[in-house]
């Protein structure tokens, strides 16, 4: 079945480090990418996503490429600020499916230290 | 500001108790989703809604019951609440396969 693998944190870096949560997938299908962010006490919120294989998802600084032959979307970032600290989830959607529901994996603690 | 609203935010019940999630979307989503999130066990999905007058069991159902009232509405109801369910509930709304959700703020669950 579909699933998702994250790294496993916490992640604690100084401010101004370079960030990277890998993020691989398992689909059947052709599944659409991405990353949220989730800020204490507060919901999820879509930070990028990429449709398809060779897209760049990109925001507020992240990136993520969608790669299909490492079946991999690992979230990057240049220089990582204290407002930056949140969980981030990477998760899929098989497109082809129709349940329609995405797939989570289980989230990376980032604590960003001034 | 258009989104996805759940009510309440916090609660407490005692054991056995029965209480229902509201989630409202006003964005004119098809599909609603309610997921619950634990500490190390990320999100999992408990029911979801593909279109008004559908549900549909996720992951992890045993407990729960929902309601899809019409196209901006799914709630979510505990029959007989146990500690297990103790959670933090979110809902979330969606407008195709190729789009990401939008959640709401979570509803955080005590069972004593």
């Known amino acids: 079945g579909d699933s998702v693998t994250q790294m496993e944190g916490p992640v604690t870096l100084s401010e101004e480090a370079f960030l990277t949560i890998n993020c691989t997938y398992t689909a059947t299908g052709y599944p659409s990418l991405f990353w949220y962010v989730q800020y204490p006490g507060e919901g999820l919120q879509l930070l990028l996503k990429?449709?398809?294989?060779?897209d760049k998802g990109s925001n507020k600084g992240f990136e993520a490429t969608y790669r299909k032959e490492t079946t991999s979307f690992h979230l990057e970032k240049g220089s990582v600020q204290v407002s930056d600290s949140a969980v981030y989830f990477c998760a899929l959607n098989d497109r082809g499916s129709t349940l329609g529901r995405l797939y989570f994996g289980r989230g990376t603690q980032l604590t960003v230290w001034p | 500001n258009a989104g996805v609203t759940q009510t309440p935010k916090f609660q407490v019940l005692k054991t056995g108790q029965s209480m229902t999630l509201q989630c409202a979307q006003d964005m004119n989503h098809n599909s609603m989703y309610w997921y619950r999130q634990d500490p190390g066990m990320g999100l999992r999905l408990i029911y979801y809604?593909?279109?008004?007058?559908?549900?549909d069991k996720g992951e992890v159902p045993n407990g729960y019951n929902v309601s899809r009232l019409n196209k901006r509405e799914f709630s979510l109801r505990l029959e007989s609440a146990a500690p297990s369910q103790t959670s933090v509930y979110f809902c979330?709304?969606?407008?195709?396969?190729?789009?990401?959700?939008?959640f709401g703020s979570g509803t955080r669950l005590t069972v004593v």
């Open positions: 990429a449709t398809k294989a060779d």
């Open positions: 809604s593909a279109s008004e007058g559908t549900t």
């Open positions: 979330a709304s969606r407008e195709g396969a190729i789009y990401g959700y939008t």
